[in-house]
């Protein structure tokens, strides 16, 4: 198994939108998620797509892709962002059928080292219900 775990590109952040509107109303309830206040999914790509287009040091969410042999697996995201100083990291194995196998603890480690390196942050906190 090869995994990679990096920063996303604009062109990937469909499995964001895809993993939220694909999701069963008991796993977003999980994740605190009010599924009736999802944005339509042109709407999400939109925003995201100006949102990639914003220098990282004004960005309000800043994403990680995880693949596993060349296949998106899961993200990570991080909003609450004040650049060079904090953030709050969010964790999802979008694929149900590798969740539970421990790609996740790795996939943390890795998305960690981006975040603190990208976004020059001195701390950084994991959201409740990560996973």
């Avoid at 993200?75 to 650049?83: A, G, L, P, Q, Y």
Wanted: proline fraction near 5%.
């Amino acid at each position: 198994m090869n995994l990679t775990v990096r920063e996303m590109t604009f062109d990937e952040c469909g499995i964001v939108v895809g993993y939220f509107h694909g999701s069963t109303a008991e796993h977003l309830e999980m994740l605190g998620v009010d599924p009736t206040r999802l944005p339509p999914r042109a709407v999400w790509h939109e925003r995201l797509k100006a949102e990639f287009a914003r220098p990282i040091e004004e960005r309000q969410v800043f994403y990680v892709i995880w693949l596993l042999d060349g296949e998106a697996v899961g993200f990570s995201s991080c909003d609450k962002i004040v650049f060079g100083e904090r953030a709050h990291m969010h964790l999802h194995v979008a694929v149900p059928s590798r969740r539970r196998q421990g790609i996740g603890a790795e996939c943390v480690r890795r998305s960690v080292d981006i975040y603190f390196d990208r976004l020059k942050l001195k701390t950084l906190f994991c959201e409740p219900n990560a996973f």
